[in-house]
């Protein structure tokens, strides 16, 4: 099993498989369902090989893993026990939910009851496309029986959608996911096309029944199996257990099938024309402001998990109009501008690993569409990307609603996906090669001139060290193997052991010496490279020429401060010479904010070395100092 161990610390991660209540895979993200939230731990996750990213949204835990997250999935699911597909029960009832304000609800709720159908949809959508190419370079004639027989395997795809949403809300509603596939099936029925398709009234006990298709539709099925998870709960309380096999399904058929006809189809029928008016009216009246808006914010809302609500407006689109000339649009402009942002890093960076990824998650995004790995193994790490992609994809927006491009399937916009801008009638391929090559030239050049913080290479630094330290060893033979470090700071030398805080007093983490400061500035007390910094800036590691690990740490307790007050110079990574100064620090600030400024040196590799003498022999005395003179002595 190649994917073993990161599976199993996934599990501990998000605690345990106790925890985990549900789990599902989209295309490049493992979105859990966890009991109690509070028991994952977001940076355990975070930091296991193969993770980039923990998104919290919508009350799901996702972790984004990229291109091979069915991989993981499949090898998740043998080693934990959890049932995704029963959601008829009331096991779950009891267990802790997290509360969650309306627009998250809704979110979950879109996103769990579309997300599953979005790889068969793009598959028949693909599909349809294949037949159509086909047809156009005559291969293949549409009056074939071979003909027939892929466009009805394809067609299913998209026909029967009501289906498939309604099994999968049934899930995210908790409750029985058959009954919430009768409900897309019975709006299917052959008899109820004939009769819309007959256009004569129709009613039910008297009761008009508005004659609608709803085939290729989502809303309604969303809103039926919502409505039907409250009433076969009451269904079920009311039904005597010798007859619930049967009467339970019964009573609910009963009462949902003719509420769907009568009330909720039409009323979900209306929310879907109006989602088709206002996204075909933006079309033809906003398109040049609201594309490039969309299309800088689109990588923002990948980034948080709520982009696959969007998926509900493109499917619609497609469905109804024929094509979307908005949402997959957008997609369009933002994923080739994440593109383009990570090969402009890839090709600017010296970071060897980070170069390696960058132009890999580079080519998963332009072939096909998915921009996780670009997102956030790159741009969003190095945060300046994201400006760049933003601004390119602004201007692709730009581009595209000036040539009025249309998608005519919903799949994920990319080079391997050039044919969803293909119709019977109309044909975008240019204009879509037109809108890739504006966000690719725009966001590489925006991306190249706002540039980035290159992470420094670990290798190199290991080089670099190495060769430091073997010329220091041999500085040391020279001077009979003693080396003095100079004091850090200006303002008075006291012994170690007089700073309240056992955990530096008592010396377990090592010797050292303390400065009580009368000046806010820390300099460096040897030769040495930066090997830790830390985000409150309170304190800094080094690693000197002559192979000491040493921690300068201002204050006592100043972590809490968060940063304020504190500045640092360098950064991790950093070469630097004695004497540089390396840290500001605001002494009345931390005196006001109830601290001790005390700055402690400490030697955390003392056993190393035969001797660490501080320079202050009686530890009852205490001494004025300058930063440079030498406070002890290494041997």
């Known amino acids: 099993m190649k994917y073993k161990k990161m599976c199993e610390q996934i599990i501990k991660a998000v605690g345990g498989e106790s925890n985990i209540q549900s789990v599902v895979h989209c295309s490049t993200r493992l979105r859990f369902v966890l009991k109690d939230e509070s028991k994952a731990n977001d940076k355990e996750a975070e930091n296991i090989n193969g993770v980039l990213q923990v998104v919290k949204k919508a009350g799901q835990y996702q972790l984004v893993i990229g291109n091979t997250v069915e991989d993981v999935y499949d090898e998740l699911m043998q080693l934990i026990h959890v049932d995704n597909s029963d959601s ?8 802790p939910k997290k509360k969650q304000n309306l627009f998250d609800t809704i979110i979950s709720v879109i996103t769990g009851s579309i997300a599953p159908a979005i790889p068969l949809l793009a598959g028949a959508g693909m599909g349809k496309v294949l037949l159509l190419l086909l047809t156009i370079t005559n291969v293949l004639s549409d009056k074939s029986q071979t003909y027939q027989m892929l466009n009805l ?5 998209y026909y029967f959608m009501p289906v498939y949403v309604g099994f999968s809300a049934a899930k995210v509603f908790n409750t029985n996911q058959m009954l919430g596939a009768f409900l897309g099936l019975v709006t299917e029925h052959p008899l109820w096309v004939q009769i819309v398709n007959a256009k004569k009234p129709f009613s039910f006990l008297g009761i008009n029944v508005p004659l609608i298709q709803y085939s290729s539709t989502l809303i309604t099925a969303i809103m039926s199996v919502w409505i039907m998870s409250y009433v076969y709960k009451v269904v079920k309380k009311i039904t005597p257990g010798m ?6 399904p019964m009573l609910t058929m009963l009462i949902m099938g003719p509420l769907t006809f009568i009330v909720l189809g039409p009323i979900s029928n209306w929310i879907s024309q109006g989602i088709g008016f206002i996204a075909m009216w933006l079309y033809h009246n906003a398109g040049l402001v609201a594309i490039p808006i969309l299309a800088a914010a689109y990588p923002w809302l990948v980034s948080i998990g709520i982009h696959k609500a969007l998926s509900p407006i493109s499917i619609q689109l497609v469905a109804t109009q024929g094509f979307d000339p908005i949402i997959r649009v957008v997609a369009l402009c933002s994923n080739m501008s994440q593109a383009a942002a990570s090969l402009a890093v890839g090709l600017k960076s010296k970071n060897k690993e980070l170069k390696s990824l960058a132009l890999s998650s580079s080519a998963t995004a332009y072939l096909g569409g998915i921009t996780e790995p670009a997102l956030f193994g790159v741009n969003l790490r190095l945060k300046k990307p994201m400006y760049g992609a933003m601004i390119g994809g602004a201007i692709a927006g730009v581009v595209a609603s000036f040539l009025k491009i249309k998608a005519f399937i919903y799949v994920t916009p990319a080079f391997l996906s050039l044919p969803m801008w293909i119709s019977k009638t109309e044909n975008f391929v240019l204009q879509a090669i037109i809108i890739i090559v504006v966000s690719s030239v725009a966001t590489f050049i925006a991306t190249w001139l706002i540039g980035f913080d290159d992470p420094v290479d670990r290798e190199e630094i290991k080089k670099e060290t190495e060769a430091a330290k073997e010329q220091e060893k041999k500085k040391f033979a020279k001077e009979n193997g003693k080396h003095e470090l100079q004091s850090p700071v200006t303002g008075t030398l006291e012994s170690i052991t007089k700073v309240d805080d056992p955990t530096f007093s008592s010396g377990v983490m090592g010797k050292g010496i303390a400065v009580v400061p009368s000046e806010g500035k820390i300099y460096a007390p040897d030769d040495g490279i930066i090997t830790a910094t830390f985000e409150t ?12 690990d ?4 201002v204050g006592i307790d100043t972590v809490q401060m968060q ?4 500045k640092a110079l360098v950064k991790k990574g950093d070469h630097v010479k004695a004497g540089q100064e390396i840290l500001d620090f605001d002494i009345d600030k931390i005196k006001k904010a109830g601290y001790d400024p005390t700055v402690m040196m400490i030697i955390l590799n003392s056993k190393d070395f035969l001797e660490v003498l501080p320079t202050l022999k009686d530890t009852e005395k205490t001494e004025s100092i300058k930063h440079g003179a030498d406070v002890m002595v290494l041997a």
């Open 153 to 157: 395997i394809f067609d299913t795809g």
């Open 537 to 548: 800036n309170h304190a800094i590691g080094l690693h000197l020429n002559n192979d000491a």
């Open 563 to 566: 940063g304020d007050g504190f």
């Open 88 to 95: 008829s029960s009331n096991d779950n009832d009891n267990q």
């Open 243 to 248: 007859v619930k096999v049967f009467l339970e």
């Open 550 to 553: 040493v921690l300068i740490h």
